[in-house]
Structure formats: C-alpha cells, structure tokens
C-alpha cells in the first residue's frame, strides 16, 4: 500500500540529492587531508629537533618522518572509495572515512613526533 501524500518524485530525489552528496564527499576528502597537511608542516622542524638533542627515535617516529609523503595517499583512497561506493552511500561513506582517518592519523602523528622528546624527559629524569 502506497503513501497518498507522498509523491514518487520527492522520494527519488531524497534518494540521490547530488548536491548534498557532493558536499559530504568534499567534506570527507577534506577531512582525511588533514592529517597528512599536519604531518607535512611539521615534520621538517622535529627533524631539526630531533637532530639538535641527539635522541634515538623510535620506529614510528621514523617512518612518520621519513614517510610523511605518503599519507597524502590516503585522501585519495578516501575519493577512489567514494567512486566505487553505490550512489545513495557515497557521501556518508565518504565522510565516515574522512573521520575516521582523521581520528586514527592525527593522533599517531602526534604521538610519533612527540614519543622521543618523552624519552628524553625520561632519560634525564
């Protein structure tokens, strides 16, 4: 049985609002950005850092400095998966994917950077 006041056209388009899509999907790419801007801008003045006090590093703030280039893959992935996505779960796909990378990256950046200045502090004290 069917909804009287419901017309078939408003129900297709709620299902495939491009425009919202769109913006969500930006939103995502956006988002999972971040952490591979961050990682990028601050890199080269821990590596200076680093080099200064003469501390070891551990292995993720190795590959963290070393490898910060490659986060920037990530945004990409993020938009690859909103292509692939069926149309109606693209944009909160793609959103669910920006933010949870960017939950997950940003804080292992900043525990990578700051892991060995702990160790330092540990050291000394």
């Given at each position: 049985?069917?909804?009287?006041?419901?017309?078939?056209?408003?129900?297709?388009?709620?299902?495939?609002?491009?425009?919202?899509?769109?913006?969500?999907?930006?939103?995502?790419?956006?988002?999972?950005?971040?952490?591979?801007?961050?990682?990028?801008?601050?890199?080269?003045?821990?590596?200076?850092?680093?080099?200064?006090?003469?501390?070891?590093?551990?292995?993720?703030?190795?590959?963290?400095?070393?490898?910060?280039?490659?986060?920037?893959?990530?945004?990409?992935?993020?938009a690859c998966a909103a292509k692939i996505s069926k149309p109606h779960l693209r944009g909160r796909r793609t959103l669910a994917?920006?933010?949870?990378?960017?939950?997950?990256?940003?804080?292992?950046?900043?525990?990578?950077?700051?892991?060995?200045?702990?160790?330092?502090?540990?050291?000394?004290?």
């Open positions: 049985m069917t909804n009287p006041y419901s017309s078939p056209i408003a129900t297709v388009e709620s299902r495939t609002n491009p425009s919202g899509s769109l913006i969500l999907i930006a939103l995502g790419v956006g988002l999972s950005a971040i952490p591979a801007l961050a990682c990028s801008l601050v890199s080269a003045s821990f590596r200076d850092t680093f080099a200064s006090f003469g501390a070891e590093i551990s292995g993720l703030t190795y590959v963290v400095l070393n490898y910060h280039m490659m986060l920037w893959l990530i945004p990409l992935a993020v994917l920006g933010l949870v990378s960017l939950m997950v990256l940003l804080p292992v950046c900043a525990v990578a950077m700051y892991l060995p200045i702990y160790k330092l502090g540990a050291a000394v004290g």
